[in-house]
Structures are given as C-alpha cells and as structure tokens.
C-alpha cells in the first residue's frame, strides 16, 4: 500500500472505535452466558458457541497442569506462581497470537519481540530474552538458536498457555532463571466436533481458520485445525504479512489404559519486513509513525515442522508411564537492512546493518517419565522420575561483517535494494547433545499441609565448527538444579505457600555459544518466594498474592584496569510483588486484573565503553519493566450479548545499561462486543488500541541514545464470525 494513501487509512482507524463508543454509551452490549460444567469430553479448548460447553474464565486454580510441575498438580496444589490462561479465553478476547495471549492476560509478563528473536521474546520478574524465559511446546523445551525462537505463535490451536513465573530449571534445564511459557494444543477427540472462524480487518487483515475432531472407528480419534492469517500491514512500504499454521493428530486407544498418539504441526511465517521507526530528538515524529525504511527486497522467512510421537500408559491407577519423542525442523531466512538513525546535521535517516542470515536447525530427542501414587510411612505420597535426551545440529550462513550503509530522506525517499558486500556463506554449524534425569516428590503429610521437592542433573556437550576455517572447539557443561517448597491449607480452598529454587541460564544461546564465551560456566541463580493463592465466594473468586527475590550471579564482566579482560564476576537482582484476582460480581459482571510490581538492578556489572571499563551497578536491566497490569472487564444485560474492555500497562524500559536510552510505559485499551447469533455461531467486533498510543515493544541505543523503535499495533479492527457445524 502507497505511502500517499496513509492519511485516508488513519482516517478510516477513527470509524470503528466511534461506533463502538457509541454502543457502549447507547447501553445495548451483554453477554451469553455458558452454564458451568458440559458434556463429557469437554476440556479447556471448548468452545461456548455450541451452546453447552464452557467458555473458561478466571484463574484456573484448580485446573490440573505440567507447566509447573510433571506430577499434573493444579496452581492450589503447587508451591510456585502458575497462570493456566485457557486458549478460548485467548480467542474470546481477541488474541491471535502467542505473545497476545501471555501479555495480556499472566501476571508480570511483557513482551521485546522483534524479528531478528523471531518476534516472541519476552521478560519475567527482572529477566529477559529467550534464554531466561523458556519456552515449551507441549512440555517439549525448544532450544533457541542464535537468540531466536519462531514457533508456536497461532493460538488456534491451543488447548491452554500454562506460564511458571520464576527459576524453572529443575523442570527443564538451563535457560529458564526468569520462567517457562508452555503452549498445550488441542489434542484428538471421541467426541465430534467442528468449527470455523472467518476475520476481515482494517489494513487488509484476513483470517480463515478451521478445528475438526472425532472418533475414526472405536478407538482411533483424529483433530485437525488449520490457521492462515494475512493482511496488506500498517506500515509501508513491506509491511503486510501472512503466516500459516495447521496442526493435526490421531490417537489409537491401543487398550483402555494405553493411548499413543502421533502429531505433527507445521508453522510457515512471512513477518512485516520492519525493524523499528527512527528517533527524531528522542521521540518518534507524527510524520514516520507508518514509514517502513527497509529495502524493497527485504524478506523474512521462518518454516518449522514438529512432529511427535506420544504414549501414555497407565497398567494401574497408581502408575503413569509416559513417553515423548520428537523431530524439530526449523528453516529461517533474513535479508533486511536492520540500523536505522535520524542524522541531525544531514537531516536524513542513515541506514546500516545490510545482514542476510540462514538458520538450519533440527532437534531430535526423547523423554520418558513414570510416576507412582502410593505411602511413605504412612503418608499419601506421589513420586515421579525420568530422563531427557536430544541432539541439535544448527547451521548458520550470514553475509558478516555486515556492511553497508546508505541515506534516504525521512519522507520522500526510494527503499533501494540489498547490499552485500561480503558475500552470504556458511560459517559455522554446531553440534549439540544434552542428557538429564529428573525426578520430583510430593508428599502429603495432612489434609492441610504437603511438601515438595525436584532435582535436575543437566549435561550439555557442544561442539563447534568454523566452515570458513575449519577450527573447532568443544565445551561439555554440567548443572545441577534444585527446589523445594511446601503448601499449607488453612481451608480446602486457601492455600500458603514458600518455595526455594535454583536454576542456570548459558551466556549465550547454548547451541550457538561463540569461542569468545566457552570459556564460561553457566549462569546460576536462586529464588525464595512465599505466596498465597485460592477461592471465595462459592468459587465464584479466585486470587493470589506472591513475594519473591531471584538472585543470578556469574555474569560476564569487564575487569576494571585490564583492557579487553572479561570475567564472570557481574550479579543481578530482582524482588517483587505479584497479585492476580478473577472475580464473577454477578451474573452481569466480571473482572479479571493483575499488577506486578518490582524493583530489579545490576548489582555488580561492569562493561567496556570506548576503552574505558563503566560500572552499571544499580541501573535496570535492559528491556525490564518494573510494572506491569492486566485489566478485563466483561458486562452482560441482554441475553446473547457480551462486551468487554480491556486495558494492558506496561512501565517504562531502557535500551541501554547506563539507563539513559529511555523507552516510555503506555497504556493500551482494547475493546471486544459478542452477539451469539445462533447457538452454534458468534459474531464478534474487536478494536484494538483504541486510543491509538504510539508505544514500543523494543528498541535499540548507541551510545546511550536510542535510535529506533519497534512500534506496536496502532488502533484498529477486526470483525469474526464463529461457527460450529
């Protein structure tokens, strides 16, 4: 879309919001309301279009989950801050995305995404980046590659998002100081069911999406559910997008205590060719809010296949054994100009940064647990033990050092084409094997109190190869990681709380760990958190409350007075306050909220700037918020109709160590009507963004001045129709 005809779009962005603001003023919006409980068979991804099935609210406290723990414990159960966000809340409130899904709706999470991590980072409790929040599919770690993760991303086909917040490690290894984000999918069903949604929207957005499952003969069940999603993008030029996710699996009953089932997903994505807006003396200007200054060739590409094979058997009720093997393939290309930067004596934007990257990556492995229910002198007791094993071949083909560099008029400028001036070939493939074993304990000493307790042993062995040179070098690292933590129950639906555990994060992406950083240990890390969580009024309210503070210690350093000397003396802090309440005032409302408050520093962190070592100690990490909240509201006074509105808050950040590269908190307003036009469809109006806030996501700083911003989505709109048939 031309550049001349943005002023018509912004025009066109104020419709919708006014006739929704009338509606609301005008008193005509409700809701539908499921009736609690369904038909067998219903789970957390039914949808309440039918009529009979659920639609999920609240905190799921007593919703089994594995996110925090392989034993299946629900929240009220487990010693730790867990959000279980069901997927049809997520559909229900308009997120299309992963990153939408876990931002606006778990307690203390925020998002930096941007292309070059894959568009899917986020921050936890003072830690950022893929390599301090975890991320898991299906339970499964995937591991991150150069910074860069690229699937899941569609909330389609997610049964559930369970989030731990805080060290995870003892779960599922290094990488996970700040918490783990684990993705359910929707998984095959006895029971038919079939639906389709269909979304246009304002900058040319297009959805189609289809869900089918049921039984095939008596005891093979299939589930099917396809996703694409496109649109023309709100900057220009190259910023449209299209992506494509399917996802389809078939279960044999093989016995009635023996499922196995095989899956596979593909997700294929082509991301808007944007890699932020210039600053213009601090500040993004009215006038290139919606200019794109990549080249006209730019193009990023990202493929990922996942396939598994599952079996779980349970010979008696006391005995669970399961096992997962798996096949990760992942294909992902950039050719972009990344730098942009305002130049105030020339008045034009300077470009740099003309980097074209390929990433090959395959993770294949297996896990294995078995669980036993039984007693320990005398006590209720559930134990479980297993192991994790995987080999990652990557393979990375670049055009470094990156060269090139151009200027263009802020306005009237032409993109031009990429530059490569060092050639794109390989240049270094790495091998990577890891093994663990891990076992957890919970041991009921009373109705009211139980304890629990896991261990993790890790042994990652990387090997590295430089294609150009032919040198190579191999690291094995070895972590133990730890926790234990104790629930108390002074009524069967209240629950106290305190946890200590341990974890490691690599300095780097452990399968791309660089020669210059294999000389380090693992990070390290532990936390103490006490909390209390649970329900009131007949279960029509849910809350909790948390306390903690994570310590991580052997950062990579600057040593003062020697001169290109690094070493792992650099330590970080985080301590905050989390609270999450979920509250059904009546049959007409509802709300949900949460607010994290912290206070996170550098504790001892020094690095080389122009050839002089500077201390950061006491500055905020970089991209950390330090508040963060979650507001929904939901009004229902006429049958068939719901509205609601909410509002997502995210603090200020920095893009620098020194703090002086400031990003600004905003505040977004995102507005959603319902009409159940039938029981088996929903149409459904969503404005996002509604009073249009220039915020970002992420940004980058050069000498301690930010240069650009990667700008999130301004007002706009979608309309959906939902069916069952």
Same mark, same amino acid.
């Given at each position: 879309?031309s550049?001349?005809s943005?002023?018509?779009?912004?025009?066109?962005?104020?419709?919708?919001?006014?006739?929704?603001?009338?509606?609301?003023?005008?008193g005509?919006? @409700?809701e539908?309301?499921?009736?609690?409980?369904?038909p067998?068979?219903?789970?957390?991804?039914?949808?309440?279009?039918a009529?009979?099935?659920?639609a999920p609210?609240?905190?799921n406290?007593?919703?089994?989950?594995?996110?925090?723990?392989?034993?299946?414990?629900?929240?009220?159960e487990?010693?730790?801050?867990?959000d /279980?966000i069901?997927?049809?809340t @997520?559909?229900?409130?308009g997120?299309?995305?992963?990153v939408?899904?876990v931002?606006?709706?778990?307690?203390g999470?925020?998002?930096?995404a941007?292309?070059?991590?894959?568009?899917?980072?986020?921050?936890?409790?003072?830690?950022?980046?893929?390599?301090s929040i975890?991320?898991?599919?299906?339970?499964?770690r995937?591991?991150v590659?150069?910074?860069?993760v690229t699937?899941?991303f569609?909330?389609?086909?997610?049964e559930?998002?369970e989030v731990?917040?805080g060290?995870?490690?003892v779960?599922?290894g290094?990488?996970?100081?700040?918490?783990?984000?684990? /993705?359910?999918?929707?998984k095959?069903?006895?029971?038919p069911?079939?639906?389709?949604?269909?979304?246009?929207?304002?900058?040319?957005? @297009?959805?189609?999406?289809?869900?089918?499952?049921?039984?095939i003969?008596?005891?093979?069940?299939y !589930?099917?559910?396809?996703?694409?999603?496109?649109?023309?993008?709100?900057?220009?030029?190259?910023?449209?997008?299209?992506?494509?996710?399917?996802?389809?699996a078939?279960?044999?009953?093989a016995?009635p205590?023996?499922?196995?089932?095989l899956?596979?997903?593909?997700?294929?994505?082509?991301?808007?060719?944007?890699w932020?807006t210039?600053?213009?003396?601090?500040?993004?200007l009215?006038a290139l809010?919606?200019n794109?200054?990549? +080249?006209?060739d730019?193009?990023?590409?990202?493929?990922?296949?996942?396939?598994?094979?599952?079996?779980?058997?349970?010979?008696? %009720?006391?005995?669970?054994i399961r096992?997962?093997a798996?096949?990760?393939?992942?294909?992902?290309h950039?050719?972009?100009v990344?730098?942009y930067?305002f130049n105030?004596?020339?008045?034009?934007?300077d470009? &740099?940064?003309?980097?074209?990257?390929?990433h090959?990556?395959?993770?294949?492995?297996?896990?294995?647990?078995?669980?036993?229910?039984?007693?320990v002198?005398?006590? !209720?007791?559930?134990?479980l033990?297993?192991?994790?094993?995987? %080999?990652?071949?990557?393979?990375h083909?670049?055009?470094?050092?990156?060269?090139?560099?151009?200027?263009? &008029?802020?306005?009237?400028?032409d993109p031009?084409?990429f530059l490569?001036?060092a050639?794109?070939?390989?240049?270094?493939?790495?091998?990577?094997?890891?093994? =663990?074993?891990?076992a957890?304990?919970?041991?009921?000493?009373?109705?009211?109190?139980?304890?629990? %307790?896991?261990v993790?042993?890790?042994?990652? =062995?990387?090997?590295? $190869?430089?294609?150009?040179?032919?040198g190579?070098?191999?690291?094995?690292?070895?972590?133990v990681?730890?926790?234990?933590?104790?629930?108390?129950?002074?009524?069967?639906?209240?629950?106290?709380?305190?946890?200590?555990a $341990?974890?490691?994060?690599?300095?780097g =992406?452990?399968?791309t760990?660089?020669?210059?950083?294999?000389?380090?240990e693992? =990070?390290?890390?532990?936390?103490?958190?006490?909390?209390?969580?649970?329900?009131?009024?007949?279960?029509?309210?849910?809350?909790?409350?948390?306390?903690?503070?994570?310590v991580k210690?052997?950062? +990579?350093?600057?040593?003062?007075?020697?001169?290109?000397?690094?070493?792992?003396?650099?330590?970080q802090? &985080?301590?905050?306050?989390e609270?999450?309440?979920?509250?059904?005032i009546?049959?007409?409302?509802?709300?949900?909220?949460?607010?994290?408050?912290l206070? @996170?520093?550098y504790?001892e962190?020094?690095?080389?700037?122009?050839?002089?070592?500077?201390?950061?100690?006491?500055?905020q #990490?970089?991209?950390?918020?330090?508040r963060?909240a979650n507001?929904?509201?939901?009004?229902?006074?006429?049958p068939?109709w719901?509205?609601?509105v909410g509002v997502?808050?995210?603090?200020?950040?920095?893009?620098?160590?020194?703090?002086?590269?400031?990003r #600004?908190?905003?505040?977004l307003?995102h507005?959603?009507?319902?009409?159940?036009?039938?029981?088996?469809s929903?149409?459904?109006?969503?404005v996002?963004n509604l009073?249009?806030?220039?915020?970002?996501?992420?940004?980058?700083?050069?000498?301690?001045?930010?240069?650009?911003?990667?700008?999130?989505?301004?007002?706009?709109?979608?309309?959906?129709?939902?069916?069952?048939?």
């Amino acid at each position: 879309m031309s550049i001349a005809s943005r002023s018509h779009r912004s025009r066109g962005r104020n419709a919708p919001a006014r006739a929704l603001t009338f509606l609301l003023a005008s008193g005509c919006l @409700a809701e539908a309301r499921a009736e609690e409980g369904g038909p067998a068979g219903v789970t957390l991804d039914t949808l309440s279009v039918a009529g009979s099935g659920t639609a999920p609210t609240g905190l799921n406290l007593r919703t089994p989950d594995r996110g925090a723990s392989r034993l299946g414990l629900t929240p009220l159960e487990t010693p730790a801050s867990v959000d /279980v966000i069901a997927g049809e809340t @997520a559909r229900l409130r308009g997120q299309n995305t992963v990153v939408e899904a876990v931002t606006q709706n778990a307690t203390g999470i925020t998002t930096i995404a941007s292309p070059g991590n894959g568009n899917g980072a986020f921050t936890a409790r003072g830690f950022a980046g893929p390599n301090s929040i975890q991320q898991l599919y299906d339970g499964t770690r995937l591991y991150v590659g150069a910074g860069t993760v690229t699937f899941p991303f569609d909330t389609w086909n997610i049964e559930r998002i369970e989030v731990l917040r805080g060290p995870a490690s003892v779960l599922y290894g290094d990488g996970a100081i700040g918490g783990v984000v684990n /993705v359910v999918t929707k998984k095959p069903v006895f029971t038919p069911l079939n639906e389709a949604r269909a979304v246009l929207g304002s900058d040319g957005i @297009a959805r189609l999406a289809v869900d089918s499952g049921g039984p095939i003969g008596e005891s093979l069940a299939y !589930r099917l559910n396809v996703s694409g999603n496109r649109a023309g993008g709100w900057i220009a030029p190259e910023g449209d997008f299209r992506n494509l996710a399917v996802s389809g699996a078939v279960t044999l009953r093989a016995t009635p205590d023996l499922d196995i089932t095989l899956s596979h997903d593909l997700g294929y994505q082509e991301p808007a060719r944007y890699w932020g807006t210039p600053l213009v003396q601090g500040r993004i200007l009215d006038a290139l809010r919606f200019n794109n200054y990549n +080249v006209r060739d730019a193009k990023i590409t990202w493929t990922d296949n996942w396939t598994q094979l599952k079996a779980e058997w349970t010979p008696t %009720a006391d005995i669970t054994i399961r096992n997962t093997a798996y096949r990760l393939q992942s294909r992902r290309h950039w050719r972009d100009v990344e730098q942009y930067a305002f130049n105030r004596q020339t008045g034009l934007i300077d470009r &740099s940064d003309y980097i074209e990257i390929y990433h090959q990556q395959e993770q294949i492995g297996n896990r294995f647990d078995a669980a036993v229910r039984g007693e320990v002198l005398g006590f !209720r007791n559930e134990f479980l033990a297993g192991f994790d094993v995987n %080999a990652i071949a990557f393979r990375h083909t670049n055009n470094a050092p990156y060269g090139g560099e151009t200027s263009v &008029s802020p306005l009237a400028y032409d993109p031009g084409t990429f530059l490569n001036l060092a050639g794109t070939l390989p240049k270094y493939a790495t091998q990577t094997r890891q093994a =663990s074993v891990f076992a957890e304990d919970r041991l009921v000493l009373s109705d009211r109190l139980s304890l629990l %307790a896991g261990v993790r042993y890790d042994v990652p =062995s990387l090997q590295r $190869t430089d294609l150009i040179t032919g040198g190579s070098f191999e690291r094995t690292f070895t972590a133990v990681s730890y926790r234990f933590g104790a629930v108390y129950n002074p009524t069967p639906e209240t629950a106290l709380y305190a946890q200590y555990a $341990t974890a490691v994060d690599p300095v780097g =992406s452990l399968i791309t760990l660089s020669q210059s950083l294999a000389g380090f240990e693992l =990070s390290t890390g532990q936390q103490v958190e006490v909390g209390a969580k649970g329900l009131f009024w007949g279960g029509a309210a849910e809350w909790t409350l948390a306390g903690y503070r994570i310590v991580k210690d052997n950062l +990579v350093s600057a040593v003062p007075g020697q001169a290109g000397i690094s070493t792992q003396v650099g330590r970080q802090s &985080s301590q905050g306050v989390e609270a999450a309440l979920s509250f059904q005032i009546n049959p007409a409302w509802r709300i949900d909220a949460n607010l994290a408050l912290l206070h @996170a520093q550098y504790d001892e962190f020094n690095q080389s700037v122009n050839g002089a070592v500077v201390s950061y100690a006491g500055r905020q #990490p970089i991209d950390v918020p330090e508040r963060v909240a979650n507001l929904w509201l939901n009004y229902a006074f006429r049958p068939a109709w719901e509205a609601r509105v909410g509002v997502q808050y995210v603090g200020e950040t920095y893009s620098d160590f020194g703090n002086t590269a400031r990003r #600004p908190d905003y505040a977004l307003v995102h507005l959603g009507l319902d009409h159940q036009v039938s029981p088996g469809s929903r149409l459904s109006l969503r404005v996002y963004n509604l009073l249009d806030r220039v915020y970002a996501v992420s940004g980058n700083a050069v000498d301690g001045a930010g240069t650009n911003w990667i700008l999130g989505r301004p007002r706009s709109f979608e309309v959906a129709f939902t069916t069952a048939f």
